[in-house]
């Protein structure tokens, strides 16, 4: 059994297992080598190269997840989308009317993005910790597609074409949830061991915005996984004022950003499994800071299950050394003498005996 399913199936462990979001990815002096030799839209089709580079940062740490190499964009592209990496998604023809969704295909599950397959059956075969299939919800999917460059202003772009055109919103969004199941129902089926969706851009809109165009979708695609051995973790960037719409979502785990404390997660979603949340920010410079820090995110995940993550993906500027300080401070750290002994707030993170 693997601490990480543990935790998920909302086991409160002894020690919080933790895994890094984008952790195959260019922090790695490794990865950066790859780049030199392949293009990234390469990397990810060549199921070989895709599978050595999921298990890079496993070879280097101590980690009780892997996640697959890929990208959220990837399914994207037999929809017939032409995308270019800059170093993020741009989209080289915006989709902005009714007609420009009606041309979207919907390729059907042996159509969407069928080299992952054979990449999740590469990394089973090497990986001796879980494997995370992953995707992007279908708000942040859409964001992509009609406002690939709009993030400095919230999205403003997109958040305006949303009420200009409903319609077409609607059915796009139906459509990127169709593809976003048959792509993640592949990815179980080839073996992976838990799903993570990513909402990177639901943080930019108003709880009733995000009721109306984001969680039926979500909460869509969540509900057509419904295999009991591979847990749902659901991960939205900067909602905190969107969590009490997350209580009746069907995922097992939340993931919470750096932004919001996990213990205010925990009150609103009694019982969850949470995953999160040290700002990625933190782990750049004074690696002298950094145990203290990672221990009051172990605190904060006190009180009920808890997969330490970063809140966000790890930025490329990190030093490896620090990666490795962070994943030696969750192992040292012991969740139930934590819980019995807990001390006042800012106390030396190792407890006061009751
Ligand atoms: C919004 C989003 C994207 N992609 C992803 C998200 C959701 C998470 C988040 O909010 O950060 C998710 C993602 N992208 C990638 C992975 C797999 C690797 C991993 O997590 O370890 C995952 C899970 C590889 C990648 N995807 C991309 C790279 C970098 C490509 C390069 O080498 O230049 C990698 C390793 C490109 C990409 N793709 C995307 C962006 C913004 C970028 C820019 C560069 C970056 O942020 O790393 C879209």
Known sequence: MSIFLDAAAGKDTRRAPIWIMRQAGRYLPEYNALKERYGFW??????????????????????????????????????????????????????????????????????TAPFVADAVRAVRERCHVPLIGFAGAPLTLATYLVDAGGAADGHAGFRVWLHAQPEAARLLLDRLTDVTIDYLRTQIAAGVQAVQLFDSWAGSHEPAVYAEFGLPYTRRVLAALDDPAVPRVHFAVGAHHLLGLFADLPAEVVGVDWRTPLSAARRALPGRTLQGNLDPAVLVHRPEALAERARAVLREGLGGPHIFNLGHGIRPDTPVGHVQRVIETVHGFDRHAEADGAGPAGDDGKGVPA
């Open 42 to 111: 390469e990397m990810c089709r060549d199921p070989e190269v895709a599978a050595e580079i999921t298990m890079l940062p496993l070879r280097r740490f101590s980690l009780d997840a892997a996640i697959l190499f890929s990208d959220i964009m990837t399914p994207l592209a037999d929809m017939g989308v032409e995308i270019e990496f800059a170093p993020g998604p741009v989209v080289t023809r915006p989709v902005r009317t009714l007609a420009d969704v009606r041309r979207l295909r919907v390729p059907g599950p042996e159509g």
